[in-house]
């Protein structure tokens, strides 16, 4: 039975997670002047939305100072491992700013709805990934779950397709186009969880001081290149008046002549920390095996509310692409107990793992783990 503290914590993960997604379609869906007396035009801004969504991050730091320095003189404070180069995280950085920003420029041709769920091919990615560059290898069961991953995937991709509403703003071949963008950022976000588990994982630092650390590095470089990108033509690509990857002056001067525009890119920001926060609290106190059921109840809750305020019709064939994406995550995750896929070295193997994670959960654990850490960043955002 779960104390009121625990079930605070899960809601507020589910909340602020939805939160997120919802709120960067909905920036994405309002319109403002772009320069005094200039003529009102969509909001695109993605790689901009991808900045805001850093500093996000980076306020998680921001906290983890301030926790650490009101427990500078506590003996059982565990700030975690300071001995450590913060360049460790730069790798990460730069592979979370490739895939945010590729997801909010997928997002911009796609659905809420879809954008969360296509975000589970991380499972398939990452799963080959590790057994190319980390020699893991990957048993039945694994092979299992991502076979269900990949065919709920193809269904939601299809139900896209079939089912779009030629008043959403969306043809076919942008939302195919922004389903595909949506998988390759999936690609890059894998390789950010490959190479923190290679070069990151094992350093004991907190997870509130990593999250800071990645959020520090990718608003640093993703804000510096937002300059050049002032110059660069995209063509059709481009969102923005003047054709180009990104035109953060005139990003920015929407959002400030658009109140329901600010307040979209404030709750973005303010969501993302509390997930985090939320998420790292959910691992401490419950498990990771929770976080990940509860990410699943996010996607859910996005799909209900983007039906409830219209920006998607109903899809049949999305209900049985969501069931299919949360079995092949259940048996990959070991949520689903298969013990005719599990020998019994392996059932031995699991029950010791669970054993030590529970006692690990108990000690507050500090060790840094990317995929608790982002069971969808992530993002998101």
């Known amino acids: 039975m779960w104390t ?20 960067t379609k909905w920036a994405d869906k309002q319109s403002a002047p772009g320069e005094p007396g200039g003529e009102p035009h969509p909001f695109d801004h993605p790689f901009l939305q991808a900045v805001c969504m850093f500093i996000g991050e980076f306020t998680c730091f921001i906290v983890y100072k301030i926790w650490a320095y009101s427990k500078r003189n506590s003996e059982d404070a565990n700030l975690g491992n300071q001995d450590f180069s913060p360049l460790i995280f730069l790798g990460p950085a730069a592979c979370d700013m490739t895939g945010t920003s590729l997801m909010y420029v997928g997002l911009n041709f796609t659905y809420a709805s879809s954008f969360q769920m296509l975000r589970g091919a991380i499972i398939v990615f990452t ?18 779950g991502i076979f269900l991953v990949t065919c709920g ?14 008043d959403s703003g969306h043809g076919t071949n942008e939302i195919l186009t922004g389903d595909l963008i949506i998988l390759v950022a999936q ?4 390789c950010q969880m490959v190479i923190e588990e290679k070069f990151v994982a094992g350093k004991d630092v907190h997870p509130l001081q990593a ?9 640093t ?43 979209a890119q404030l709750g973005s920001i303010a969501s993302i920390a509390f997930f985090n926060f939320f998420g790292i609290s959910v691992t401490k106190q419950l498990s990771a095996t929770t976080r ?18 219209g920006w998607e019709d109903f899809q049949y064939l999305q209900i049985v692409g969501f069931a299919t994406l949360i079995l092949g995550t259940g048996v990959y995750n070991k949520i689903i ?27 507050t654990p500090l060790l840094y783990n990317t995929q608790q850490k982002r069971a969808d960043n992530e993002t998101d955002a």
């Not at 799963?127 to 299992?144: E, H, N, P, V, Y």
């Not at 990940?292 to 305020?309: E, F, K, N, P, Y």
């Open 4 to 23: 009121p503290y625990q079930l605070g914590i899960a809601v507020g993960m589910v909340v602020t997670g939805s939160i997120n997604t919802l709120a």
């Open 127 to 144: 799963a080959l990934l590790s057994t190319a560059f980390l020699g893991r290898a990957i048993k039945s069961r694994d092979w299992l």
């Open 221 to 263: 470089i993703l804000g510096v290149l937002l300059i050049p990108m002032y110059w660069i033509p995209a063509g059709e690509l481009s969102g923005n008046p003047r054709g180009v990857l990104e035109d953060a002056i005139d990003g920015t001067y929407q959002i400030f002549h658009n109140g329901t525009l600010a307040l």
């Open 187 to 190: 690609i890059v976000s894998a």
């Open 337 to 363: 107990p298969l013990p005719c896929l599990d020998s019994a070295a392996e059932r031995i193997v699991n029950e010791t793992n669970d054993n030590q994670e529970q006692a690990a959960d108990e000690k």
């Open 153 to 166: 995937l193809t269904v939601v991709g299809v139900s896209d397709i079939v089912f779009s509403k030629p």
């Open 292 to 309: 990940m059921v509860l990410d699943s109840v996010r996607t859910l809750v996005i799909w209900a509310v983007s039906l409830g305020v």
């Open 211 to 219: 999250v800071g650390w990645e959020g520090f590095f990718g608003m």
